[in-house]
């Protein structure tokens, strides 16, 4: 059974930083691309930054320069270093492995407010 757990979710104000951690278990954590995306009310799920099973990670315009996406495959997880938030940043934020298929996790709520 596979699951994904994030967690690192807040309220916090606008220039602060979170991380998010995602744990996964029931998968080959190591063969499997992570990756981040975000979604407000209304719209549609954003991809947000990609850690790949081998290779560079990259980001969306948005926020390239401000978070980081790292993974410790020795602890199953991938995590979202989230720097110079912006409201615009506020958002339900879900980690995705791809391996054979996608799985999702159940998300995180962050909030940027002053």
């Known amino acids: 059974q596979v699951q994904l757990v994030e967690s690192g979710g807040g309220l916090v104000q606008p220039g602060g930083s979170l991380r998010l951690s995602c744990a996964a278990s029931?998968?080959?954590?190591?063969?499997?691309?992570m990756a981040w995306y975000r979604q407000t009310p209304g719209k549609q799920r954003e991809w947000v930054a990609l850690?790949?099973?081998?290779?560079?990670?990259t980001y969306a315009d948005s926020v390239k320069g401000r978070f980081t996406i790292s993974r410790d495959n020795a602890k199953n997880t991938v995590y979202l270093q989230m720097n110079n938030l912006k409201s615009e940043d506020t958002a339900v934020y879900y980690c995705?492995?791809?391996?054979?298929?996608?799985?999702w996790g159940q998300g995180t709520q962050v909030t940027v407010s002053s």
């Open positions: 029931g998968i080959d954590f190591r063969f499997a691309a």
């Open positions: 850690s790949p099973s081998v290779g560079r990670t």
């Open positions: 995705k492995a791809h391996t054979m298929t996608d799985y």
